[in-house]
T-cell receptor, first 113, second 114 residues
Framework: DGGITQSPKYLFRKEGQNVTLSCEQN?????MYWYRQDPGQGLRLIYY???????QKGDIAEGYSVSREKKESFPLTVTSAQKNPTAFYLC????????????FGPGTRLTVT | DQQVKQNSPSLSVQEGRISILNCDYT??????FLWYKKYPAEGPTFLIS?????DKNEDGRFTVFLNKSAKHLSLHIVPSQPGDSAVYFC?????????????FGTGTRLTVIP
């Protein structure tokens, strides 16, 4: 089955700890994205990557870091510098530069206390 | 600054009737528009899209209308079914601005009453 997987579904961390969220896709898509969703808000772009070993900051990159060492994988690290890390995190991918549609994973709910 | 706006946070419709979800945008460079449907604790799923060269696109019960002069688009669902109850996000993109990134609205929660 082709798709995007995010793990785990729910994640709990103590304040001050870094945490890495996994995103894997077997769709052979070039571009990958990380979004954050908060209650009553739309999806806000954290980071995106168009090709391996390259990534760009989105609108709310502060306190986050990413890597794109493999085409299939785009992990997101939520660092202790992120002031409000509790949120629903969504990973997405897009087939190629000429396409617009993004395909989303099931999301990870991160709770930091 | 929110470039894509969905001014109605929620909408309730009787089963079998038409649901109309609205979306406004401010950036005249947007040339492609999409609607996504999202259930709680799940990722959004792509529903339907429209290019700026068209003013209507239809797919089964779903039709999207685009009014470029008003910078407005709408999603019509006919007939509405209880399974359509979800949050609907409007998104827009401008070719050539940051890898076709999508700009999302804040969503409209549709409730279809049986």
């Amino acid at each position: 089955d082709g798709g995007i997987t995010q793990s785990p579904k729910y994640l709990f961390r103590k304040e001050g700890q870094n945490v890495t969220l996994s995103c894997e896709q077997n769709l052979n898509h070039d571009a990958m994205y990380w979004y954050r969703q908060d209650p009553g808000q739309g999806l806000r772009l954290i980071y995106y990557s168009q090709i391996v070993n390259d990534f760009q900051k989105g609108d709310i990159a502060e306190g986050y870091s990413v890597s794109r060492e493999k085409k299939e994988s785009f992990p997101l690290t939520v660092t202790s510098a992120q002031k409000n890390p509790t949120a629903f995190y969504l990973c997405a991918s897009r087939p190629g530069l000429e396409s617009y549609e993004q395909y989303f994973g099931p999301g990870t709910r991160l709770t930091v206390t | 600054d929110q470039q894509v706006k969905q001014n109605s946070p929620s909408l309730s419709v009787q089963e079998g009737r038409i649901s109309i979800l609205n979306c406004d945008y401010t950036n005249s460079m947007f040339d492609y528009f999409l609607w996504y449907k999202k259930y709680p604790a799940e990722g959004p799923t792509f529903l339907i899209s429209i290019s700026s060269i068209k003013d209507k696109n239809e797919d089964g019960r779903f039709t999207v209308f685009l009014n470029k002069s008003a910078k407005h688009l709408s999603l019509h669902i006919v007939p509405s079914q209880p399974g359509d109850s979800a949050v609907y996000f409007c998104a827009a993109s401008a070719r050539g601005t940051g890898a076709n990134n999508l700009f999302f609205g804040t969503g409209t929660r549709l409730t279809v009453i049986p």
